[in-house]
């Protein structure tokens, strides 16, 4: 890829991001959760290119967008892939940029008569968990690791992930065929870091080493409700300050322990008036570590924390454990591979640790996984001052293209 065309293609990956952060569920701000009207769109508009880029196309049972290079029938499938779906009020490159990646390298590696290997773009219908409370749907699909209650969980109105995947026009019932076949032999995800490292050492790209394990908690705060005016501070049951006194333990708890992180990111609170005691608080709580045995025994410490406030205050408690995700390493051969692909690309290796969630670690525990990170200027991700640097996207498609070299060398 020369110089000159790297530029040109990153300026068009640039471009289509923001175009495809239009389709929205709300007006002025990108907002697009797992099978809402406008994933039509998006499907719409990347089928096209794909299309364009001389792939098959076709939309599995969970909603999840394949695109796949020609190959002979035999041919191993490198699985390049991340997400369509967003968080509310989202920026323009999480997850679609590397989709957007993914079908630009399968078109340059079209232009190859002889490929031996079978370029597989998926943009995953799910992996933030917004609707349903559960992230990865689409690559747990993928992964055979969807079950029957994840599929029966509801959203806010009642819509199981069934019915979405009935009103999306797709078969519930078809959504085990979504399962990888033996001819996906490794995964490669291009994502923005979504974070601060590689901006503070003006590096373009790093190599991902592993990914964080995580847990997601929703814990309620069931007090009374009552007049904000004529219940006296000593007899009131307030789930609110109950709440409130367990959030600054959950912010100390993430503080105290080096290399994780814990967070109350949502709360929903009832009757939620300006003159009304709160009676009921749910809320979110999400502990990340590379560690698994330090972030379980957090979330075991905050926990009884939440029990030990509600007991002194007169709450009842609940929880409800919506995920339990182990840290995942990447492939040790595919990720030293990787660091190749950058070194012969001109540019620095750094090895780092992935914070955030992302579906290659759905993936990693069945096939060879890598991931590689772009640089997110001023560190900002889930905002729509979300960013990239043309230059950045230049050197993920340079990398990327000799990723590919060397695994077609491989398989020839």
């Known amino acids: 890829m020369t110089h000159e065309s790297g530029k040109a293609q990153a300026r068009q990956a640039i471009d289509l991001c923001r175009e495809l952060a239009g389709f929205s569920e709300e007006e002025g701000r990108t907002t697009r959760t797992f099978l809402s009207p406008p994933m039509r769109g998006v499907h719409r508009t990347l089928t096209c290119l794909m299309e364009q880029s001389g792939m098959s196309v076709h939309v599995d049972a969970i909603g999840n967008l394949h695109g796949l290079t020609a190959a002979e029938p035999a041919a191993p499938h490198l699985l390049i892939a991340s997400h369509l779906d967003t968080v509310p009020d989202a920026g323009a490159f999480d997850g679609v940029l590397g989709v957007v990646l993914g079908i630009l390298l399968a078109r340059s590696a079209a232009l190859c008569p002889s490929a ?22 689409g690559s747990r699909a993928l ?43 490794a995964y490669i995800e291009f994502h923005i870091e979504q974070g601060p490292v590689l901006e503070s050492l003006n590096l373009p790209v790093a190599v ?18 009552n007049h904000a ?17 367990w959030v600054m333990r959950v912010e100390a708890a993430g503080r105290a322990r080096r290399g994780g992180v814990a967070t109350v990111g949502r709360m929903e609170i009832s009757p939620n008036a300006t003159n009304a005691v709160p009676g009921r608080v749910r809320a979110s709580l999400d502990v990340r570590h590379t560690s698994d045995e330090i972030r379980r025994a957090t979330v075991a410490e905050l926990l009884s924390a939440a029990d030990e406030i509600a007991s002194r205050r007169g ?31 001109g540019y620095p290796v750094h090895r780092m640790v992935s914070g955030a969630g992302h579906d290659a670690m759905i993936l990693a525990p069945i096939m060879p996984a890598a991931m590689l990170f772009l640089r997110s200027p001023g560190g900002i991700s889930h905002s729509p001052e979300e960013s990239v640097f043309e230059s950045d996207v230049a050197a993920a498609l340079d990398v990327g293209a000799q990723f590919i070299r060397q695994l077609e060398r491989r398989y020839a």
């Open 116 to 137: 031996k290997l079978c370029l597989h773009v998926i943009g995953f219908s799910e992996e933030e968990g917004v609707r349903y409370g559960v992230p990865f749907l």
């Open 229 to 245: 005016g004529t219940t006296p501070m000593d007899l009131r049951r307030d789930a609110l300050a109950g709440a409130a006194e």
């Open 143 to 185: 992964a055979g690791s969807l079950d029957a209650l994840t599929l029966d969980r509801c959203d806010r109105n009642g819509r199981s992930v069934r019915d979405a995947v009935g009103d999306f026009g797709l078969d519930p019932s078809a959504i085990p065929q979504a399962r990888l076949t033996e001819k996906a032999v």
């Open 315 to 345: 709450l009842a408690i609940h929880y409800q454990q919506n995920l339990d995700q182990p840290a995942v390493p990447m492939d040790a051969d595919l990720t030293a591979c990787l660091e190749r692909a950058v070194e012969s690309s």
């Open 208 to 225: 991902v080493d592993a990914i964080a394990g995580q847990s997601r908690i929703d814990v309620l705060f069931q007090g009374k409700a």
